[in-house]
């Protein structure tokens, strides 16, 4: 596969709702739903002649499921439930006839029917709000309010799932990036003009960022990629594309430039600090004098140094 090439087609990065996505239904639940199902089933065949109106409002019981799968699923998991209870109850009713059984009171038991449908749609109604009010607080919770992209935390969350895929034999570079004297920019121009200038690199580090990887705001003027199963010669391409990208990327004033440290997983590393802390090596290195500038933290401990790319050399780089 041409490394260069795929790298240059960059889809939509990861989103902190796509990874959150929704719980697995309790084994435990899901026993409750089933003997909640059968009561009422074995209450009308165990005494099938001249049911009692309390046999029918047993059926009431098939409520449960609803409650249950809606608590996990929202409207899918009450669509399964309304579909098992109404196959159900046909079922058992088209028995007792065919066994010669009288059926007994078809009003209560239509009514009993319609009831349980309504309410069953109520529930799925009630649990779909409740589950996209709580997605949407999870993404705010998840989300950077300023650049949108992942914050911090969804970034340790993701780096310790990713190291932990690494340890079992993927490869896996992260990348940090620094804007260049940007407390020099904020005070010259002021703090909107900073502000728009980190949702411009936040937009171009996301524009950039292929869905198998991960970008996000670390903190202050500080992003971080996550570029799983990438080697070093991969992520210098992606690099050397963001800093191009942004120089071309017009800013409301003055112009600015961003560094980045490098750092590869390695099998002597025991944890996801060991490799933040590799690239944050990494990236002091870079900014210590220079700008738009990269540096690679290598497996042995030593700094292997890159020349900052010319907007020339870069196009050709990528």
Same mark, same amino acid.
């Given at each position: 596969?041409?490394?260069?090439k795929t790298?240059d087609q960059?889809?939509?990065p990861?989103?902190?709702?796509w990874?959150?996505?929704q719980p697995s239904?309790?084994?435990?639940?899901l026993v409750?739903?089933?003997?909640?199902m059968?009561?009422?089933v074995? &209450? @009308?065949? +165990?005494?099938?002649?001249?049911?009692?109106d309390?046999? *029918?409002l %047993?059926? $009431?019981l098939? =409520?449960?499921?609803?409650?249950?799968?809606?608590?996990?699923r929202?409207?899918?998991?009450? &669509? @399964?439930? +309304?579909?098992i209870g109404m196959a159900?109850?046909?079922? *058992?009713q %088209?028995? $007792?006839?065919? =066994?010669g059984?009288a059926i007994?009171?078809?009003?209560?038991?239509?009514?009993?029917t319609? &009831?349980?449908?309504?309410i069953?749609?109520?529930?799925?109604?009630?649990?779909?709000? %409740?589950?996209?009010?709580?997605?949407?607080?999870?993404?705010?919770?998840l989300?950077d309010?300023l650049?949108?992209l992942?914050?911090?935390?969804?970034?340790?969350l993701?780096?310790?799932?990713?190291?932990?895929?690494a340890q079992?034999?993927?490869?896996?570079?992260?990348?940090?990036?620094d804007?260049?004297?940007f407390k020099?920019?904020?005070?010259t121009h002021?703090?909107?003009?900073?502000?728009?200038a980190?949702?411009?690199?936040?937009?171009?580090l996301k524009?950039?960022t292929?869905?198998?990887?991960?970008?996000g705001?670390?903190g202050?003027?500080e992003?971080?990629?996550i570029?799983?199963?990438?080697?070093?010669?991969?992520?210098?391409?992606?690099?050397?594309?963001v800093?191009?990208?942004?120089?071309?990327?017009?800013?409301?004033?003055?112009?600015?430039?961003?560094?980045?440290?490098?750092a590869?997983?390695s099998?002597d590393?025991?944890?996801?600090d060991e490799?933040?802390?590799?690239?944050?090596?990494?990236?002091?290195?870079?900014?210590?004098?220079?700008?738009?500038?990269?540096?690679?933290?290598?497996?042995?401990?030593?700094?292997?140094e890159?020349?900052?790319?010319?907007?020339?050399t870069?196009?050709g780089?990528?």
């Open positions: 596969m041409d490394l260069k790298l960059p889809s939509p990861k989103s902190p709702v990874y959150l996505g239904v309790p084994l435990r639940a409750l739903a089933f003997g909640a059968i009561v009422p074995f &209450a @009308t065949v +165990l005494v099938p002649r001249e049911p009692s309390f046999q *029918v %047993l059926w $009431l098939s =409520l449960l499921p609803a409650f249950l799968l809606a608590f996990y929202g409207w899918r998991g009450v &669509a @399964t439930a +309304l579909a159900v109850l046909v079922l *058992v %088209l028995a $007792l006839i065919g =066994l059984h007994g009171n078809w009003p209560l038991l239509v009514g009993v319609v &009831a349980y449908v309504c069953a749609l109520a529930i799925g109604f009630l649990s779909e709000m %409740l589950h996209r009010e709580r997605m949407r607080a999870e993404k705010l919770a989300t309010e650049t949108g992942p914050n911090r935390r969804f970034v340790r993701t780096l310790e799932t990713e190291f932990a895929a079992r034999g993927r490869s896996l570079v992260i990348v940090f990036f804007l260049d004297r020099v920019y904020n005070d002021g703090h909107i003009a900073g502000d728009h980190l949702r411009a690199f936040g937009a171009v524009g950039q292929r869905s198998m990887n991960l970008s705001r670390y202050g003027e992003f971080i990629t570029l799983s199963s990438c080697d070093v010669a991969g992520a210098l391409i992606f690099v050397d594309r800093r191009r990208k942004l120089r071309e990327t017009p800013l409301e004033v003055g112009a600015i430039t961003a560094s980045a440290g490098v590869t997983y099998p590393m025991k944890t996801p490799l933040l802390a590799a690239a944050d090596a990494a990236l002091y290195r870079a900014k210590r004098g220079a700008i738009d500038h990269v540096e690679v933290h290598a497996v042995d401990g030593a700094a292997a890159r020349e900052a790319l010319t907007p020339k870069a196009g780089a990528a």
